[in-house]
């Protein structure tokens, strides 16, 4: 199963971005996306942004994971 992790860029050196994702920060690699810039929202999967997003639908996306992570393992 592959997931992807709503992220906020934080800031931008070259090809690779931080971004925070709630309180924690990670590298980002910026190479499968063309025009992103502090600010933005990104989907972060192994280590790579594949998608930029909304604001509204990372929160969702977030909320949602909360909620399952709630739930624990069945």
Do not use: N, W
Request: glycine share 6%.
């Amino acid at each position: 199963m592959c997931l992807a992790i709503p992220a906020k860029v934080v800031s931008i050196e070259g090809s690779s971005a931080l971004v925070k994702i709630e309180d924690v920060e990670y590298q980002a690699s910026l190479l499968l996306l063309e025009d992103v810039s502090p600010g933005d929202f990104i989907l972060l999967h192994a280590g790579f942004a594949i998608e930029k997003i909304d604001p509204e639908e990372a929160a969702e996306t977030m909320r949602l994971l909360r909620e399952i992570a709630s739930h624990g393992p069945q």
